[in-house]
C-alpha cells in the first residue's frame, strides 16, 4: 500500500511540472502592433510581462532539451544493428 501512494507521489511530482507547462498561457503583453504601447518600466504590467516572458522562455527551453534528447534517442535505437551472423534458435 505504501509502495502505491509512493509511486503515485512521484509520478506526481516528475508529469505534473510538465503538464503545467503545456497549459500556461502568458498573461503578459502581445507585442503585437494592435497594442497600446508597451507599459513603463517598474509598473505592475511591466513586472507581469517580465514574469511571464521568464516563464515562457524557461519552457521553451526545456521543451527544446526534451526534442533533442528524444532525437537522439531515437538516433541510438535507429542505428542499433547486429554484426555477423544470425545466431537465433531454431525449432
Known amino acids: 500500500m505504501r509502495r502505491i ?3 503515485i507521489a512521484f509520478a506526481g511530482a516528475i508529469f505534473g ?5 503545456e ?6 503583453h502581445t507585442y503585437s502592433p494592435d497594442n497600446i504601447p508597451l507599459p513603463d518600466l517598474n509598473t505592475e504590467q511591466d513586472n ?3 514574469n511571464a516572458d521568464i516563464i515562457q522562455s524557461e519552457i521553451n527551453t526545456k521543451q527544446r532539451e526534451r526534442k533533442l534528447l528524444d532525437s537522439q534517442m531515437q ?3 535507429g542505428e542499433q544493428e547486429l554484426q555477423g ?7
Open 5 to 7: 501512494i509512493l509511486s
Open 17 to 21: 511540472p510538465a503538464l503545467a507547462a
Open 23 to 28: 497549459n500556461f498561457i502568458p498573461g503578459g
Open 48 to 50: 507581469i510581462n517580465l
Open 75 to 77: 538516433r541510438f535505437i
Open 85 to 91: 551472423g544470425d545466431y537465433t534458435l531454431e525449432y
